[in-house]
């Protein structure tokens, strides 16, 4: 349906259901098309049943052109959470933008697996390296308020976000600039987590993540530079029976595991995302070195 004639009277109005046809003809997703326009609306994304009930009512024509309009950059790659400025990440509500790397689902299996670990820890000291949008970090705080929980970017746009996040969802994270465990002083954790860059400077996928802060995806030729500062830093931050639990591209998990046994770092394992890949990799400090 063309907008212009709706707008001019040559064509009814454009119904909530007939906006969300349009979208799915174009090339979006269902569920994409409904948060979209939810979004347009002013509602909650998670609002379906809301559209369910109201597919006969008439859609307001600025509303329609935003809805459009976003459509178009959804079919250009640009994440949901960058469009609707928000991303539901282990049940919480964050803000998000093109400032920090669009938190994925998968990433929530580090979190689990941190909370593991650091079940019979009293009062545990965590950090979370290249925390982006705080996605990790606050997470982590959420489910263990008596953490004590640190948060370093090397990006102070990125911070910017989480910190908002953090303010908006009153959770007390302690935040340093600067790259890896540089900014980390003296301070060791019982646990370092890390969704740090992982994708290989020449990985043909970079096309479809264009819209994403490249600093948060690309790390040197095989992807695993930044993972290997991290291993080496993390030797002297970490207590003896802490982990170091990172995040780490889909065929990655047996050299990860060959980084963490060579620094001397005992318990090596992997742990698969949501769809069964190896994506997660950690091992454990000995107790007594």
Not at 69 to 85: C, D, F, H, K, W
Not at 188 to 213: C, G, K, M, W
């Amino acid at each position: 349906m063309n907008i212009l004639n709706v707008l001019a009277g040559d064509q009814p109005s454009v119904t909530v259901q007939s906006a969300l046809n349009w979208a799915q003809h174009q090339g979006v997703t269902r569920l994409e098309a409904q948060m979209l326009l939810l979004h347009g609306l002013g509602r909650a994304l998670h609002d379906r049943v809301w559209l369910l009930s109201h597919g006969a009512d008439a859609v307001d024509p600025d509303v329609h052109l935003t809805f459009q309009a976003q459509v178009a950059r959804r079919l250009a790659n640009e994440p949901m959470a960058y469009i609707t400025g928000q991303k539901e990440f282990f049940g919480l509500s964050l803000w998000v933008d093109a400032r920090a790397l669009d938190p994925r689902a998968d990433t929530e299996v580090l979190v689990e697996w941190a909370l593991s670990c650091l079940a019979d820890v009293p009062a545990p000291q965590v950090v979370d390296l290249g925390t982006g949008s705080g996605a990790i970090a606050l997470g982590l705080k959420h489910c263990r308020p008596d953490a004590q929980v640190w948060a370093t970017d090397l990006s102070a746009d990125a911070l910017a976000v989480a910190q908002a996040n953090a303010e908006r969802l009153a959770l007390a994270i302690t935040w340093r600039q600067g790259s890896w465990c540089a900014p980390l002083g003296d301070a060791q954790f019982d646990a370092i987590v890390s969704n740090p860059p992982y994708v290989a400077d020449h990985d043909p996928h970079l096309r479809t993540l264009q819209h994403e802060p490249l600093q948060a995806l690309v790390s040197g030729h095989d992807g695993l530079d930044d993972i290997r500062q991290i291993v080496q830093q993390a030797r002297s931050h970490v207590c003896p029976g802490g982990w170091l639990l990172m995040e780490h591209g889909f065929d990655q998990a047996l050299a990860v595991q060959d980084l963490l046994l060579n620094a001397g770092f005992e318990q090596v394992q992997s742990r698969p995302d949501l769809a069964g890949i190896l994506r997660c990799t950690g091992g454990r400090w000995a107790t007594m070195k």
